[in-house]
């Protein structure tokens, strides 16, 4: 369907900004409701789906035209990167390392399917059928693919940069964006229907889970001690740090993209040459190294509070930009989806089987890649409240591999296409 003949019924951005933030507030408000009905409602459908989903009806029935829109870029130059930064700082190291290798051996394995799933799957499907995964220029699938590789290994984030990076077109894009949604809130469904027989999971996988009920423990102190009721000063340092990297990061990109365009042009091939990866690139790392100082404290004042909101406008911009019809002009790629899914959850079984992991550790590890910082908190605080920082900083961990990752992951499919 083409939106682009007719008037669309809203053009004014500060309108449509007012209607995604009033779509996200009462999307947030149900969800933290305790009514039976909306507790229910929630169990089967996660905030993230609606965040997209909702904001896409916009755009699919005309109410407004994504294309028009400035929304998407102001999202994902400003608050992508300072959301980056938020939720970056606030990653303890010395803390995922506690949790001992398994949890690190999942989270990797569930990295690896994704990469290494994307590729596999469109030489899968164009065995017998070539035509599904082929296109030129700016329609090639794998460039689509490459978005959702950005997805599944970080989030929202990585998936905005391999889209910057990699230029499929809007179509394309929409098209992916519908079929990473979906997916993944199939695996989602799977992975909370499994928490509730977690127990019989881990005797198969023969694991000790022992390790987990420390944690929980350890994990209810540690945020107990630096919890706080943030101030305007605390609020006012988290915007600053968050923006004033972004500032930095853009200033940076400004002069090491066209740098690099000139200087060493055969770099562009691999993205070089884009401001938006050194935007990206320079936020996260910059995040990172403020995580060993004691500039990570902001956490307690609730800095990955801040990024998460600014993560959720940047969905709703996003799924502002999805056409949920997309997915019946090609079920084929809904196929290489579902195929490429299966090859990442496969490898995770068996990686749990071989060193007796948990299921938590599966269920985290999975979604910490697969839904990043929005849904690997949910699913760890469904085993119990206190192991939500542990899909925090695991989901963090990805949002630092995945713009890496699914860049490689691009490669090896933009190869696997040729």
């Known amino acids: 369907m083409d939106h682009q003949h007719f008037e669309p019924l809203i053009t004014n951005d500060a309108v449509i900004f007012g ?236 002069i090491i993209a066209p740098f690099i365009h000139e200087q060493a042009p055969a770099l562009s091939k691999f993205s070089l040459d884009s401001g938006f990866f050194w935007l990206i690139v320079i936020a996260t790392t910059i995040g990172v190294i403020l995580s060993f100082t004691k500039l990570r404290t902001i956490e307690g004042a609730g800095a990955s509070k801040l990024g998460s909101v600014f993560i959720f406008i940047l969905v709703a911009t996003i799924g502002m930009k999805m056409d949920i019809m997309a997915i019946f002009d090609n079920p084929g790629f809904f196929l290489v989806g579902l195929i490429w899914m299966l090859i990442h959850v496969v490898l995770l079984v068996i990686a749990a089987k071989l060193i007796n992991a948990p299921y938590f550790f599966l269920a985290v590890g999975s979604t910490a890649n697969i839904g990043g910082a929005a849904s690997a908190p949910v699913i760890a605080a469904a085993f119990h409240p206190s192991l939500a920082p542990v899909g925090v900083l695991l989901a963090v961990l990805g949002y630092a591999l995945g713009t890496y990752g699914a860049w490689l992951c691009g490669l090896l499919m933009q190869a696997a296409s040729q």
């Open 19 to 254: 209607i995604l933030m009033l779509i996200l507030a009462a999307i947030f408000k149900t969800a933290a409701s305790s009514k039976p009905f909306w507790v229910k409602f929630y169990k089967v459908i996660p905030v993230i789906l609606l965040s997209y989903f909702i904001p896409s009806l916009l755009n699919t029935f005309g109410i407004v035209d994504a294309e028009e829109s400035q929304l998407y870029f102001v999202a994902s130059r400003y608050l992508l990167p300072a959301c980056l930064v938020l939720l970056t700082i606030s990653v303890d190291l010395k803390e995922i390392i506690r949790l001992g290798p398994k949890s690190l051996i999942m989270f990797f394995t569930a990295t690896l399917g994704v990469v290494f799933g994307g590729p596999l799957s469109l030489l899968i499907v164009s065995s017998f059928d070539p035509s599904l995964v082929g296109g030129a220029g700016a329609e090639e699938v794998w460039r689509g693919m490459a978005t959702i590789a950005g997805s599944w290994i970080g989030g929202g984030a990585n998936q905005a940069a391999m889209y910057e990076v990699f230029k499929p077109s809007d179509e394309l894009y929409s098209m992916s964006i519908t079929v990473d949604v979906l997916v993944a809130e199939i695996l989602m469904t799977a992975l909370l229907l499994g928490i509730g027989r977690a127990e019989a999971i881990d005797r198969w996988f023969k694991a000790d889970s022992s390790a987990i009920h420390t944690l929980k423990d350890k994990m209810e102190a540690y945020s107990l001690s630096i919890a706080k009721i943030p101030t305007t000063a605390d609020l006012m340092l988290i915007a600053g740090i968050g923006f004033g990297i972004t500032g930095f990061a853009h200033f940076m990109a400004d």
